[in-house]
Structure formats: structure tokens, C-alpha cells
């Protein structure tokens, strides 16, 4: 078997741009996989490194994924030491590769791993109050989670939406006192309207200076939050290594760090309780496996950061499941309301959320059926039609 082509689609959808690639091969049988960039910029950056690397792909064995792998990290020279553009493309191929692998051998991508750990994944809800931005409907608006049974909610008390984006975090580091006083509010309230019924995990994305991130860091620690998501920027070791032993909840960190090596220095700082790579930029299927696999020599817990489209959350589900020291799943429910919303697959594993759990299911390869006939208006890179 052998790669004949490669194809991107850039997909505009609900306030995000999800990049999917398409890995094609002799023998009929195509992967897919995504491009963790949805969100943000780099969208055109990923799709264009995929065009960049489909020479690398084309002519490969796509049974031998970690061949590719090396193949691209070892002589693409920018990739070694590369960030976000570089390593979403890289696993977004990876991804694709897997899924083909499963397929051929009828088999979903886990059982390549030692098969799965759990037949259900216990899911947690994000993106709940990102049209909020006052302190009162902005914890009012947990109500919804609740009631649909999730157990566990994230939430970024220090951004601030706008409108035709998804958050502006904080700039220069700084709070003004009434942006300050928002924030501590927002904590403070949505504790109240959860009380007991869920846990909080507090996403600060890195974005505020010493003296107004330890006066945060208390509040948290008096509500007994069961996280601290990117209290530091994610290149701040020295301060994360400050901070180790401090608190008495987990500090998380990991959706902006790539490969085993980015994730090694994290952990060293000895700061770090729950890892969380993206499988759709820290290098692919293969090298998060060998994240958490790291992260348990350091008694650490692995939660997957998952912010993209469905089809990273089936790639995500897949890796879950195949890593022993796996938590709870980043899911956004509701971000399918979003206006002009793409759904990019005809089986999303969304629609399989009960009470907080998501079934692992059995289908083969990454167990998504891409809706290939609306995705067609949005390939924006086609090998064969390139080289022709």
C-alpha cells in the first residue's frame, strides 16, 4: 500500500477554522486527520505546512506511521524545535496514517496500543459562557451543563468575548482593577451557582503578571477548584518551578507545548500535576501516547486539550482511551449552535454524550465518518493537482 495524495480543506464554521487532511492511497482506502489550529490564528499556516510536507507523505507505506513521522521531523530541518504551525500539520498526517492503519486492519487505533483502558471516557464541558461577559450571567449560564449531567466545567474568568471571535485573553499581562474585580467575581459566583453538583476547572491561559495571579491563585485554593489550567505562559519553566508546592490544587498545563521533548522540560519543572497535549498539534497519535506514558514516570495525570473540530475529538477519544493515567475529555457541547457551524462528520462522537460520558465505541481507524461531499467546497490544497 502507498500514498497518492494528500488534500487540506480549510473550513470556516462557528467562529473557528478547523484544517482536515485527507490521506489517500492505492488500495482505496483513505485517513483523516486535523490540524489542532482552529481556533486563533494559523489556520492558512497549517494547511500550507501540509502542502509542504505532502512530498515527504506521497510515495510512503502509510502502515508504517512512525516511519513518515521520522521522515518529516528529521529532514524538514524547521521542524525540530518547530511550534504550533509546524506540528499541526505533522499530526494531522500522523493522524490521517493511523487511521488508515486501522482501517486496513479493522481494528479502532487503540488496539494498536494494547486496546482500550475504559469503554467510556467521563467528559468535561467548555465553552458554555463564552457569550457572557458580565460576572452574574457569566456563572448563571453553568446552569445549562448541570442540567445536561456534566460533572465538571472549564472556564476562563479572565478573558472577554467579542464579537466575530471566540475570547480575547488578557493583554500585557495586566488586569485593570475593574477587569480584576470581574474576575475574582466570576470565580466567586459560579462556585455558588455549582455549589457541589460539578467540579471547576480554571483556565488562566498565561495571562497575568505575579501579584494579580497569586491573589487569583488564593481564591482558587479557598473554592478548592480541582485545577489551575496555564497559570504561567506555557515558556515560563522558572516560574512554574516557583510555584510548585505551593497550592493545593493540581496545576495543568501542555495545549501549546509540542512533542515528548517540549513536554519533558514541562514536567521537570515539577510544578505540572495534569499534562494536556492536543493530538492535533503535539506531534500526532503515537507522540501523545508517549506524553502521558512520560507524564506517569512523573506521577502526573494526562487530560487531552480538545478545542477543534469533531473529528479531533474522535483522534482525541482514541488516544484517551489508550493511556492509563487518561482523565476527564475537553468537550464544547454546544459549540455546534454556533452560527454557519460545519459539521464535519456523519457520526460525531458528541452525539454520544450522556450524563458526562462518552462511550469509546469499536469502529475501525479513528471511528469517523467524514462527510466527504460537503467538505469539498472548502479543499484548499490538492496534491495531484499541484504536481500536474
Given at each position: 500500500?502507498?500514498?497518492?495524495?494528500?488534500?487540506?480543506?480549510?473550513?470556516?464554521?462557528?467562529?473557528?477554522?478547523?484544517?482536515?487532511?485527507?490521506?489517500i492511497?492505492?488500495?482505496?482506502?483513505?485517513?483523516?486527520?486535523?490540524?489542532?489550529?482552529?481556533?486563533?490564528?494559523?489556520?492558512?499556516?497549517?494547511?500550507?505546512?501540509?502542502?509542504?510536507y505532502?512530498?515527504?507523505?506521497?510515495g510512503?507505506?502509510?502502515?508504517?506511521?512512525?516511519?513518515v513521522?521520522?521522515a518529516?521531523?528529521?529532514?524538514?530541518?524547521?521542524?525540530?524545535?518547530?511550534?504550533?504551525?509546524?506540528?499541526?500539520?505533522?499530526?494531522?498526517?500522523?493522524?490521517?496514517?493511523?487511521?488508515?492503519?486501522?482501517?486496513?486492519a479493522?481494528?479502532?487505533?487503540?488496539?494498536?496500543?494494547?486496546?482500550?483502558?475504559?469503554?467510556?471516557?467521563?467528559?468535561?464541558?467548555?465553552?458554555?459562557?463564552?457569550?457572557?461577559?458580565?460576572?452574574?450571567?457569566?456563572?448563571k449560564?453553568?446552569?445549562?451543563?448541570?442540567?445536561?449531567?456534566?460533572?465538571?466545567?472549564?472556564?476562563?474568568?479572565?478573558?472577554?468575548?467579542?464579537?466575530?471571535?471566540?475570547?480575547?485573553?488578557?493583554?500585557?499581562?495586566?488586569l485593570?482593577?475593574?477587569?480584576?474585580?470581574?474576575?475574582?467575581?466570576r470565580?466567586?459566583?459560579?462556585?455558588?451557582?455549582?455549589?457541589?453538583?460539578?467540579?471547576?476547572?480554571?483556565?488562566?491561559?498565561?495571562?497575568?503578571?505575579?501579584?494579580?495571579?497569586?491573589?487569583?491563585?488564593?481564591?482558587?485554593?479557598?473554592?478548592?477548584?480541582?485545577w489551575?489550567?496555564?497559570?504561567?505562559?506555557?515558556?515560563?519553566?522558572?516560574?512554574?518551578?516557583?510555584?510548585?508546592?505551593?497550592?493545593?490544587?493540581?496545576?495543568?498545563?501542555?495545549?501549546?507545548?509540542?512533542?515528548?521533548?517540549?513536554?519533558?522540560?514541562?514536567?521537570?519543572?515539577?510544578?505540572?500535576?495534569?499534562?494536556m497535549?492536543?493530538?492535533?498539534?503535539?506531534?500526532?497519535?503515537?507522540?501523545?501516547?508517549?506524553?502521558?506514558?512520560?507524564?506517569?514516570?512523573?506521577?502526573?495525570?494526562?487530560?487531552?486539550?480538545?478545542?477543534?473540530?469533531?473529528?479531533?475529538?474522535?483522534?482525541?477519544?482514541?488516544?484517551?482511551?489508550?493511556?492509563?493515567?487518561?482523565m476527564?475529555?475537553e468537550?464544547?457541547?454546544?459549540?455546534?449552535?454556533?452560527?454557519?457551524?460545519?459539521?464535519?462528520?456523519?457520526n460525531?462522537?458528541?452525539?454520544?454524550?450522556?450524563?458526562?460520558?462518552?462511550?469509546?465505541?469499536?469502529?475501525?481507524?479513528?471511528?469517523?465518518?467524514?462527510?466527504v461531499?460537503?467538505?469539498?467546497?472548502?479543499?484548499?490544497?490538492?496534491?495531484?493537482?499541484?504536481?500536474?
Open positions: 500500500m502507498r500514498v497518492t495524495n494528500i488534500r487540506a480543506y480549510r473550513i470556516p464554521t462557528g467562529g473557528v477554522r478547523p484544517v482536515l487532511v485527507e490521506v492511497t492505492d488500495e482505496g482506502i483513505s485517513g483523516w486527520g486535523e490540524a489542532a489550529v482552529a481556533y486563533g490564528l494559523g489556520a492558512r499556516g497549517a494547511a500550507g505546512m501540509v502542502a509542504d505532502a512530498g515527504r507523505v506521497v510512503e507505506n502509510p502502515l508504517y506511521p512512525r516511519h513521522y521520522h518529516i521531523y528529521d529532514n524538514s530541518f524547521w521542524t525540530k524545535g518547530g511550534g504550533a504551525i509546524a506540528f499541526a500539520a505533522v499530526s494531522a498526517i500522523d493522524q490521517a496514517l493511523w487511521d488508515i492503519k486501522g482501517k486496513a479493522g481494528v479502532p487505533v487503540y488496539d494498536f496500543f494494547g486496546a482500550a483502558f475504559n469503554k467510556t471516557a467521563p467528559v468535561y464541558a467548555n465553552g458554555w459562557n463564552y457569550h457572557c461577559n458580565d460576572a452574574v450571567e457569566w456563572a449560564a453553568a446552569e445549562r451543563p448541570l442540567k445536561d449531567g456534566y460533572k465538571m466545567l472549564k472556564s476562563y474568568p479572565l478573558a472577554t468575548q467579542q464579537p466575530g471571535r471566540t475570547l480575547t485573553h488578557v493583554q500585557r499581562r495586566s485593570s482593577a475593574g477587569e480584576f474585580k470581574r474576575a475574582i467575581d470565580i466567586r459566583l459560579l462556585k455558588d451557582v455549582v455549589g457541589d453538583q460539578a467540579e471547576l476547572l480554571i483556565d488562566l491561559s498565561g495571562g497575568v503578571n505575579n501579584d494579580q495571579l497569586v491573589r487569583i491563585l488564593d481564591v482558587c485554593e479557598e473554592l478548592k477548584v480541582s489551575v489550567e496555564e497559570p504561567l505562559d506555557a515558556f515560563n519553566l522558572a516560574g512554574l518551578k516557583n510555584l510548585a508546592g505551593r497550592y493545593k490544587f493540581p496545576i495543568a498545563a501542555g495545549e501549546r507545548v509540542y512533542t515528548r521533548n517540549g513536554f519533558k522540560n514541562l514536567l521537570e519543572s515539577g510544578a505540572i500535576d495534569v499534562v497535549p492536543d493530538v492535533g498539534n503535539c506531534g500526532g497519535v503515537f507522540e501523545l501516547i508517549q506524553i502521558a506514558a512520560m507524564a506517569e514516570a512523573y506521577n502526573a495525570r494526562m487530560s487531552p486539550h480538545n478545542c477543534a473540530s469533531s473529528l479531533c475529538t474522535a483522534a482525541t477519544l482514541q488516544v484517551w482511551a489508550a493511556c492509563a493515567n487518561a476527564d475529555l468537550i464544547y457541547p454546544y459549540l455546534p449552535e454556533s452560527q454557519g457551524y460545519v459539521q464535519v462528520l456523519k460525531p462522537p458528541e452525539d454520544r454524550i450522556r450524563n458526562g460520558f462518552l462511550d469509546v465505541g469499536t469502529d475501525p481507524g479513528l471511528g469517523a465518518e467524514v462527510d461531499e460537503r467538505l469539498k467546497p472548502y479543499c484548499c490544497y490538492d496534491y495531484l493537482e499541484e504536481a500536474a
